[in-house]
């Protein structure tokens, strides 16, 4: 799949139903007006008056031609790359539509920037605030400030709105440095539950009086066994935060013609967390989706291996063989749908497979509300260098005007992307692994995009 192949679904939205082409705001009866909470509303945000806030009508997204998308520049490196794509989605847009289309947007603050014009607040509520009023943003990498609110602000995020599913395309695009033989059989879709598991934040000092009160449960009222002095954590894992992914990433399937969906887990040795994970991801295929899915077994037992046009086929891999499976075959995965702690490490092992995450785009998603945002850090030893790969930024723009309904604009950037690389026009991460490569700065490597549009 391309990344530019259409929008990503919406729970309890087809993509296609998300509403393309003009829909005016004021004329249509299904979609609400621009919304209250204007400009007026917020101390230092400005949302511009121009364009039209994606609303969400009927369990779809509205977008007309003139919506307002939120952007966080983001710390260290972020406001290089920030810059970058920006002129890269805006003559994108351009180049695909002439004109007839147009991004209006509004600069959201977190991170330092926000920390400096909010008194020291990193996260402000009326950040929050924005981020569920425009429905859709994009984000840069932030900061974690020590001893501030939140063990980490991108942690925050996905809590305050609820970003249960974190997404993560990973494909190779022609050009780029791969230790892969066959980089091009890397097509996945990695669904990554963000929200509970060992994640969840129930974890309990060494020596501290409520790992004590907890130990002693365990023991004496559990039977539980383990070393004097143990740092306690928990991992819960439930059937609405897994039915809610795996809907999500079979919906996914579904809608972009994949073949397959596995479910990732370590259910042999955590039979209850990971193992159930696995076992309600079977049900809710079962429940929900029997129409478009058979599994892994009722191929082999009915269908000798051959799978019926329009199904997706349903499998799980344990967890440690997956690892080597996405080096070894990576071609017989497509969708993954996976447990918070597995999904984090898979999604980066596999973006190293076809040129790590200085490209890797990613989002974060609740049912509609969508923050896209670079997978990397700050890198802050490059901040301010104009030096660093704008791409993993860059992609995740593309799939945000994927998810909005405007591939079009994917399907642009990716092919000036992959015209620039296979020029060997590249910026220092890929020179340094490219021979022969024309080194250039964030900015260049913009320029040299929009040249080739
Ligand atoms: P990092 O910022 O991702 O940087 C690690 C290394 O990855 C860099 O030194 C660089 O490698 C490479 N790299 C990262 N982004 C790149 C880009 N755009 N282009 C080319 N190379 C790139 O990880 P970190 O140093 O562990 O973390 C720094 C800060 O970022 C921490 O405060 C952390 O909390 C934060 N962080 C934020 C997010 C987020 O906002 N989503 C995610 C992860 C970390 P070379 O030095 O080899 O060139």
Redesign the pocket.
């Known amino acids: 799949m391309a990344l530019s192949s259409g929008p990503l679904p919406c729970t309890g939205a087809r993509a296609g139903d998300i509403l393309r082409g003009f829909v005016p705001a004021t004329t249509s009866p299904s979609i609400p007006g621009p919304a209250e909470g204007s400009a007026m509303s917020y101390q230092h945000t400005t949302i511009p008056e121009t364009g039209d806030k994606i609303r969400v009508a009927g369990g779809r997204l509205a977008v007309t031609d003139q919506p307002i998308l939120g952007f966080v520049e983001g710390d260290?490196?972020g406001p290089d790359?920030t810059r970058a794509c920006l002129r890269i989605w805006d003559a994108a847009v351009e180049r695909a539509y002439g004109g007839r289309r147009k991004v209006h947007w509004a600069e959201l603050y977190m991170g330092e920037k926000a920390a400096g014009l909010f008194d020291g607040d990193y996260f402000p509520q009326e950040t929050r605030d924005a981020l569920r009023d425009l429905v859709v943003s994009i984000k840069g990498?932030?900061?974690?400030p020590v001893g501030g609110g939140f063990r980490?602000l991108?942690v925050g995020l996905r809590q305050v709105l609820d970003l249960y599913a974190c997404v993560r395309p990973v494909r190779y695009y022609a050009g780029v440095p791969s230790p892969l033989r066959r980089p091009q059989d890397v097509d996945v879709v990695i669904f990554r539950e963000n929200t509970e598991d060992v994640y969840a934040g129930i974890e309990y000092e060494a020596g501290s009086a409520e790992n004590e009160k907890l130990a002693r449960f365990l023991r004496d009222e559990m039977g539980a066994g383990f070393f004097e002095g143990a740092g306690l954590g928990v991992k819960p894992i439930s059937p609405f935060g897994t039915n809610r992914l795996v809907r999500k990433a079979i919906r996914y399937a579904i809608d972009h013609g994949r073949r397959s969906v596995t479910f990732v887990h370590k259910g042999n040795i955590m039979k209850f967390t990971e193992g159930a994970f696995r076992n309600w991801g079977y049900e809710l295929a079962r429940s929900e989706f029997a129409e478009h899915t058979i599994t892994e077994d009722e191929l082999w037992e009915k269908h000798d291996g051959r799978q019926p046009e329009g199904k997706i086929v349903v499998k799980d891999r344990i967890a440690d063989i997956m690892f080597q499976m996405m080096l070894l075959r990576p071609a017989e995965f497509d969708v993954i749908a996976t447990s918070n702690l597995n999904g984090d490490y898979l999604s980066d092992a596999v973006a190293a497979e076809v040129g790590g995450?200085?490209i890797a785009p990613g989002a974060n998603m609740a049912d509609h509300v969508a923050v896209f945002?670079?997978?990397?850090?700050?890198?802050?030893?490059y901040a301010n260098q104009d030096k660093?790969?704008p791409g993993?930024l860059l992609f995740s723009g593309v799939m945000m005007f994927d998810y909005i309904g405007w591939p079009e604009v994917g399907r642009t950037i990716t092919a000036a992307y992959e015209k620039t690389i296979a020029r060997k026009v590249v910026?220092y991460?890929f020179a340094r692994q490219t021979e022969g490569a024309t080194e250039v700065p964030t900015s260049g490597f913009a320029s040299a995009i929009i040249d080739a549009m």
């Open positions: 260290g490196i790359i990498p932030l900061t974690t980490s991108n995450v200085g945002e670079a997978t990397h850090g700050t890198a802050p030893k660093v790969n993993s910026t991460d």
